[in-house]
């Protein structure tokens, strides 16, 4: 037996490849997080209003979605709805997460893959490649920063929001800021737009470089999102079956009866599969269950990736797409947001805690994120959180056993497949902080 270990780069949190061969066969191949947190066992017995503080610190990138997830697990539990406005502000909170999350998976963690680079900042051969990329690195932070901005604008503050408070938001988005990040999106969206069609034709010319990634296989697909109304604010989970219908749907309160939730003997990341069948969450899910955003340019890029790549498509390959597709929707309604009136109306409505059992989901950048927690006396006693990574991590090690297959055999074990193993687990953008949670 021969065990190869790939360490991870580009990635959210500490992650490796483990593949083992035998006999010029490939047996196994892991993705592997290497870290123990324990979040779930340490806030037991704190008291329960304090959980939507500490939360957001399982991840400094996942901060947002975790705030907000908190948040709404605790209203569900103690029976209130917030008001209209506070919910309008929370989706561009969101928005502002998936901005800064897409930007920076594709632009800095995946795009290095298409042009055989080790970073975006890595120099190229030629004098071309070389302006090529620089202009890249600028649009791409640029873009990256409106992400920042609009969470904290809406948020308050970047990293660990904390304006969204049970029962609503602590302030509204006065007309002058709103305007302000208004013309900065304007001005940015049509280098939004140039980045993602140079993008997408990168990829396309690595298409033609090395043909497949792996495991384009079709599988089922998790998402929040509605068909119609393409909101991160969630309130209902949707699953796509591998032929490509959407067969189920389901509160987040019934989420242990379609979802399986195990251990895993070789990894501190648990595994999730509906039902027992592998599937997929992030934007390869959402725009396979997406008929339309609703915004101009998202929608036309909808239309161009169907008509390419039929619907449900399944290519690991296309999650980078759809992230891209993504971005520019989240542009656009944010900007739509933003035109209207988010400063006036009530923000917050009063509550009384009580003990019980509470769901929050949001549609976290790589999937559905539920946060269930149950409470006592006022304290928790139990908090689980169901982290969208999960959701992927059978197909990243299907994906993975193809990749290896692929370039393992009689010949002995090609150089290209540490590349390989880099570009399968980029290809699901994972989070390790919060997986292993």
């Not at 389901?250 to 039902?275: C, K, M, R, V």
């Not at 027992?276 to 725009?287: E, K, P, Q, V, Y």
Request: proline content about 5%.
């Amino acid at each position: 037996m021969t065990t190869i270990t790939y360490p991870l780069s580009r990635i959210e949190g500490h992650a490796r490849v483990v593949i083992d061969i035998h006999d010029d066969e490939v047996f196994r191949a892991d993705f592997q997080a290497m870290e123990m947190r324990g979040f779930s066992y340490y806030v037991q017995g704190i008291p329960a209003e304090q959980i939507t503080v500490i939360v957001p610190r399982i991840c400094g990138v996942c901060s947002t979605a975790h705030q907000v997830a908190s948040v709404k697990a605790l209203e569900d539990l103690f029976g209130i709805t917030p008001p209209p406005l506070a919910c309008e502000i929370r989706e561009v909170l969101l928005l502002g997460q998936l901005i800064q999350n897409q930007a920076t998976s594709l632009f800095i963690f995946t795009m290095p893959d298409r042009v055989n680079a080790s970073s975006l900042f890595e120099i190229a051969e030629t004098p071309e490649g070389k302006a090529r990329q620089f202009s890249l690195a600028q649009m791409s932070l640029k873009i990256r920063k409106i992400g920042t901005d609009l969470i904290s604008l809406a948020g308050g503050q970047f990293i660990h929001p904390i304006k969204t408070v049970i029962g609503g938001v602590t302030s509204s988005i006065p007309r002058e800021k709103a305007d302000a990040m208004i013309k900065t999106i304007e001005e940015l969206l049509p280098m939004a737009v140039d980045l993602v069609d140079n993008y997408w034709q990168m990829s396309m010319e690595m298409v033609d470089r090395i043909g497949t990634w792996g495991d384009d296989e079709p599988t089922y697909y998790l998402a929040s999102t509605e068909a119609d109304n393409f909101r991160l604010n969630s309130k209902r989970l949707r699953v796509m079956c591998n032929e490509g219908r959407e067969c189920h749907t389901f509160a987040p309160q019934e989420y242990e009866s379609y979802l399986n939730i195990e251990e895993s003997d070789y990894s501190y990341a648990g595994t999730s599969s509906f039902q027992g069948h592998i599937m997929r969450a992030n934007s390869l899910a959402r725009i396979n269950l997406t008929n339309s955003f609703g915004t101009p340019k998202a929608d036309a890029y909808l239309k161009r990736f169907g008509e390419a790549y039929g619907k449900p498509a399944h290519a690991i390959l296309f999650f980078d797409l759809c992230r891209g597709i993504e971005l520019v929707y989240a542009l656009e309604k944010a900007k739509q947001m933003l035109e209207t009136d988010l400063q006036h109306g009530e923000a917050m409505v009063r509550y009384a805690p009580r003990d019980g059992i509470g769901f929050g989901l949001v549609e976290a950048p790589r999937g559905p994120l539920i946060h269930r927690y149950e409470v006592e006396n006022g304290l928790i006693k139990k908090a689980d959180f169901i982290i969208p990574t999960v959701h992927n991590m059978l197909a990243i090690r299907r994906a993975l056993m193809v990749a290896a297959k692929r370039y393992v055999g009689l010949e002995g074990i090609s150089n290209e497949l540490s590349r390989a193993v880099g570009r399968v687990v980029r290809a699901f953008d994972p989070c390790i902080a919060c997986a292993t949670k």
